[in-house]
């Protein structure tokens, strides 16, 4: 008996276009029986899962970091597992759970991988899979135009880091975790739920998706090189090494800021401080090697 998938495909996302073709024809060869709903925007992902939950057996969707997280409350929903073609620039998400960026590895994991339930983070009634953050990151965030990702891939994270750097002016924020407050002066606070984002950087040397915490550094730094000394500890998660990082660990988090700061969530500037964060343990199944 063949397995019934919604496949959800963003057009838009890097290689959405180019792949989906070729997504339809291995899936179908793997023995998927695909529905796949008339064209359709990332914001109205989740109302299409819901629509058709009864109809299937899981949900496979193909795109970025973004495309994941426009069907999250969907998925939630209707508790369908999910299947993960990482057509997008960074795929932080497939990164997290190891799952490939070659098409046909990723059908592969699709067919014959292994359920695992993750986690989700939670701030101000949006859900997100790798990470929240406020400060630097909304400024990368806000240089980063779909254009811009789509001609110079993850690197564009890094042309985009360069310009927001120089914009970069320090605020001051209270952090309440494990009850105790702390006052901090800093250029950006991350939370992360996952353990990658932005393009490979790692939320925090131990971080996974299913270890029902959330990792929580700031950067208070005075100095825009001390960004640059600092970058390679953050793609291997080692930054809290350094003096002017903070770093803490807690089921639920909350940010106040003096004036109103906008959060990105996976990518996307969702919400904005005062914030508060937790964790959702094990909220969703996920199809991973």
Same mark, same amino acid.
């Given at each position: 008996?063949?397995?019934r998938?919604?496949?959800?495909?963003?057009?838009?996302?890097?290689?959405g276009?180019?792949?989906?073709?070729?997504?339809?024809?291995?899936?179908?060869e793997?023995?998927?029986?695909?529905?796949?709903?008339?064209?359709?925007?990332p914001?109205?992902?989740s109302?299409?899962?819901r629509?058709?939950?009864?109809q299937?057996?899981?949900v496979?969707?193909?795109?970025g970091?973004?495309t994941?997280?426009?069907?999250?409350?969907?998925?939630?929903?209707?508790?369908?597992?999910?299947?993960?073609?990482?057509?997008?620039?960074?795929?932080d998400?497939?990164?997290?759970?190891?799952?490939?960026?070659?098409?046909?590895?990723?059908?592969?994991?699709i067919?014959?991988g292994?359920?695992?339930?993750?986690?989700?983070?939670?701030?101000?009634?949006?859900?997100?899979?790798?990470?929240?953050?406020?400060?630097?990151?909304?400024?990368?965030?806000?240089?980063l135009?779909?254009?811009?990702?789509? @001609?110079w891939?993850?690197?564009?994270?890094?042309?985009?880091a360069?310009?927001?750097?120089?914009?970069?002016?320090?605020?001051?924020a209270?952090?309440h975790?494990?009850?105790?407050?702390?006052?901090?002066?800093?250029?950006?606070?991350?939370?992360?739920?996952g353990?990658?984002?932005?393009?490979?950087?790692?939320?925090?040397?131990?971080?996974?998706?299913?270890?029902? @915490?959330?990792?929580?550094y700031?950067l208070?730094?005075?100095?825009?090189?001390?960004?640059?000394?600092?970058?390679?500890?953050?793609?291997?998660?080692?930054?809290?090494?350094?003096s002017?990082v903070?770093?803490?660990?807690?089921?639920a988090i909350e940010v106040?800021?003096? @004036?109103?700061?906008?959060?990105?969530?996976?990518?996307e500037?969702?919400?904005?401080?005062?914030?508060?964060?937790?964790?959702?343990?094990k909220?969703?199944?996920?199809?991973?090697?």
């Amino acid at each position: 008996m063949q397995t019934r998938a919604l496949l959800l495909v963003n057009r838009h996302a890097r290689r959405g276009q180019a792949d989906r073709s070729r997504a339809i024809a291995q899936l179908r060869e793997a023995g998927f029986a695909l529905i796949e709903p008339p064209s359709h925007s990332p914001h109205s992902l989740s109302e299409i899962i819901r629509r058709y939950a009864k109809q299937v057996d899981l949900v496979i969707i193909g795109g970025g970091d973004g495309t994941l997280n426009a069907a999250i409350d969907g998925l939630l929903d209707t508790q369908l597992p999910l299947g993960i073609l990482p057509l997008g620039t960074a795929n932080d998400l497939a990164r997290t759970l190891g799952i490939p960026t070659a098409l046909s590895d990723a059908c592969e994991v699709i067919k014959n991988g292994r359920s695992e339930r993750i986690d989700l983070g939670w701030v101000n009634g949006k859900h997100f899979f790798n990470v929240a953050s406020l400060g630097f990151s909304v400024k990368i965030t806000q240089q980063l135009s779909r254009e811009v990702k789509r @001609r110079w891939g993850v690197l564009a994270y890094a042309i985009a880091a360069c310009q927001g750097l120089l914009r970069s002016v320090p605020f001051s924020a209270e952090i309440h975790a494990n009850g105790e407050p702390l006052q901090v002066r800093i250029v950006q606070i991350a939370i992360g739920n996952g353990r990658h984002y932005g393009g490979g950087m790692t939320v925090a040397a131990d971080a996974a998706i299913d270890d029902q @915490r959330l990792d929580l550094y700031s950067l208070e730094i005075e100095h825009w090189w001390q960004m640059i000394a600092l970058l390679p500890n953050m793609h291997s998660g080692t930054h809290s090494s350094w003096s002017f990082v903070r770093s803490l660990s807690s089921q639920a988090i909350e940010v106040k800021t003096h @004036r109103s700061h906008s959060i990105n969530t996976d990518g996307e500037i969702t919400t904005s401080t005062p914030a508060c964060f937790r964790v959702i343990p094990k909220a969703l199944s996920v199809l991973v090697p």
